[in-house]
């Protein structure tokens, strides 16, 4: 197979690749982004594969980066863009199921390929957008099938993390597992005991934000990869739940763990143990949380003025857009607009302040202080009172 256009992103590296060639050896593009040419998907990253060993194409370009040297790979400058560019290579036993032992350079492009993950990720791409296609990916892209490249099994052993890439492929493109690699992910699954909770979180949310999100959850919990992630292991019930839901297309992680922790029903006194054992970030938890907890209110009522304000215009929007998954409607634009109102956004739109409050009342700083701010937030979010610094005071002074 021939492509008739290339893509612009492909135009743009081939001075890299004939540069290679012109040294004397091969070079590919190969990877996820030919697989997405195939598909009419945007590319994300152009990686290439060549014949020329490190040290040799760090002598071909003037400006590289040591990135993965170990592994063959050398990021190399080029302007302001930047492309890696890997050694074929044939990699040994995996001791850990997450690293080769050791890897072992090569000039062929066939040895390098049959260490690929799945026939879709296996095709490599000449200058001439001719493709190379060693394990009938182009038939499996057709049938739309996800497959291993070889013996599923090796694969697996080799990089157990490949098994939540493949349930990932199936939410992103809405493929079905082959036979044998279904089966030997089932069979294997128990070896993502051995991958780091970084890397079983990455490949975790790419899966919840696929186009077919239901269909990947499904197959991770037919897998039975889910007993073996954070968490989950008595969760089967509750991610078939959340396969249930609407099939609209998650596009922020916040979003996808609320959802998530909804559907689980996990209390909102348990979501920072659980997002910690997924080693979410502070920030993250902090939103996930505000963001569960304005849900679950806003599914029987409609934002009160208070929770608006606690809330803030972002976490409010988010809570908005995830009620059609309820089969609610959701007015994002009302939500705004009723965030705008509000007479106040923070404390620091109160008319007063504490250093006012002090020498007002002539009082040293104490609990008294902060909470006398915190009435007046209250009364000034609420209507109760305007914002001016004269009724806020007798305000304060009823309220001390």
């Given at each position: ?32 982004s030919v697989r997405d040419v195939l598909l009419n998907q945007p590319i994300h990253d152009v990686d290439i594969a ?200 998650i596009h922020e992680e916040a979003h996808a763990w609320v959802l998530l922790l909804d559907q689980l029903q996990i ?134």
């Open positions: 197979m021939k492509l008739k256009t290339i893509p612009r992103e492909y135009q743009n590296a081939l001075p890299i690749l004939k540069k290679i060639e012109q040294a004397g050896y091969e070079a590919y593009f190969v990877g996820g060549t014949s020329a060993f490190p040290a040799e194409i760090k002598e071909i370009f003037p400006r590289t980066i040591d990135v993965g040297i170990e592994h063959g790979t050398v990021l190399v400058l080029d302007g302001d863009d930047k492309y890696e560019i890997t050694t074929f290579r044939t990699e040994s036993t995996y001791q850990d199921y997450r690293r080769p032992d050791h890897v072992e350079f090569v000039r062929s492009l066939a040895e390098d390929l049959k260490r690929r993950d799945f026939t879709i990720n296996a095709f490599a791409l000449k200058e001439d957008g001719e493709v190379i296609d060693l394990f009938d990916g182009l038939q499996d892209l057709t049938n739309q099938v996800l497959r291993a490249v070889g013996n599923p099994h090796e694969r697996f052993h080799e990089d157990a993390l490949r098994m939540m890439r493949g349930l990932r492929f199936v939410s992103q493109l809405g493929f079905e597992l082959e036979k044998e690699t279904f089966a030997s992910i089932y069979e294997n699954h128990a070896l993502l005991a051995k991958i780091s909770v970084e890397r079983i979180n990455i490949e975790f949310i790419k899966l919840l934000l696929g186009k077919y999100r239901n269909q990947g959850l499904k197959m991770f919990v037919e897998t039975e990869c889910y007993l073996y992630c954070p968490m989950l292991r008595n969760a089967g019930q509750g991610l078939l739940k959340f396969a249930e839901l609407s099939e609209k297309q209390e909102s006194k348990n979501i920072r143990t659980f997002l910690k054992a997924w080693k979410c970030s502070n920030e993250l938890i902090r939103t996930v949380q505000n963001v569960y907890e304005g849900l679950q209110r806003r599914k029987t009522s409609y934002f009160s003025k208070q929770l608006l304000y606690e809330l803030g215009e972002c976490q409010a929007v988010l809570v908005e857009s995830l009620l059609p998954y309820f089969n609610l409607t959701a007015d994002v634009s009302t939500v705004q607009e009723d965030y705008r109102q509000l007479p106040i956004h923070s404390l620091q739109d109160l008319a007063i302040n504490g250093t006012v409050l002090m020498e007002h009342f002539d009082k040293k700083p104490g609990k008294w202080l902060k909470d006398t701010l915190s009435a007046c937030e209250q009364a000034v979010v609420a209507g109760e009172i305007s914002n001016q610094q004269s009724q806020l005071l007798v305000f304060a002074q009823q309220f001390i």
